[in-house]
């Protein structure tokens, strides 16, 4: 059984704000357990536009508390809201593919241990 790396992601905001994101594989848990959905299909449903505002917020929540900041979701949708939305969506995206990336290198990566 291979583990998954830890992929870590700077997250820079308006006002030189900027947090350390992490899409570990606790991290896609939390997030999964948080909102009942897998992590592959929240990232259809944000492809689709059918992910909500309030669950990208708490994606975002996750993965920036996983990059070791204390923060709140009001703090995350303060951010958000100077960002705008779009901005937002398409950061939540890229955590989606780094998380997802980082499980797909982990599985290859233990397949070619194997052969």
Same mark, same amino acid.
């Given at each position: 059984m291979s583990i998954n790396p830890i992929k870590a992601e700077k997250l820079n905001f308006p006002n030189d704000v900027s947090y350390k994101a992490r899409m570990s594989l606790d991290t896609m848990i939390r997030i999964e357990n948080a +909102? *009942?959905?897998?992590?592959?299909? +929240? *990232?259809?449903r944000l492809a689709g536009g059918d992910l909500t505002l309030s669950e990208c917020i708490t994606i975002l929540t996750l993965a920036i508390r996983a990059g070791g900041n204390d923060v709140k979701d009001n703090d995350v949708k303060r951010i958000v809201d100077q960002i705008g939305i779009i901005e937002g969506i398409?950061?939540?995206g890229e955590l989606i593919a780094l998380g997802l990336n980082a499980s797909e290198s982990s599985e290859e990566s233990s397949l070619e241990k194997k052969n």
């Open positions: +909102l *009942g959905c897998a992590l592959l299909k +929240l *990232g259809n398409k950061i939540t």
